[in-house]
């Protein structure tokens, strides 16, 4: 499964496609340890192209899992700074984007943190977290 790396518009396509390639098992009593296994293997996959400039500001870095903790997380860096109602326009298509996912949703729900980092040219962070209902 090829995951796309996130650049500007990457929320929608990336969990898409992310979403797509979970298995069967993510939905069996052993959600947590058949959702950990699936995004793994996504990141493994995301990270071995990364770091990667997707356009001419926007670097895709990593993503990171840590399952223990329950925790799906992209990074990126951005050559700018932050835009007015940024953070407000991102929470809003992460959350659209991963709350109307089954997999994603049900992991949401049962603890798990999925968010992403937006680092800035001037040292300025920015952390998105999907939340759902």
Known sequence: MRIPTLGPMYAATAVAMLAQGLSATAYADTFDEAFCKDVREAAEKINADSPMWV???????????????????????????????????????MSATFCNNKSFS????????????ITFQGGEQMQIIARCG
């Open 55 to 93: 356009d001419v500001e926007t670097r895709q870095d990593w993503m990171v899992v840590l399952c223990a903790a329950r925790v799906v997380e992209w990074k990126k860096f951005v050559k700018r700074a932050p835009r007015e109602g940024e953070s407000a326009r991102h929470q809003k298509t």
């Open 106 to 117: 049900q992991a949401i729900a049962r603890g798990w943190r999925v968010a992403y980092r």
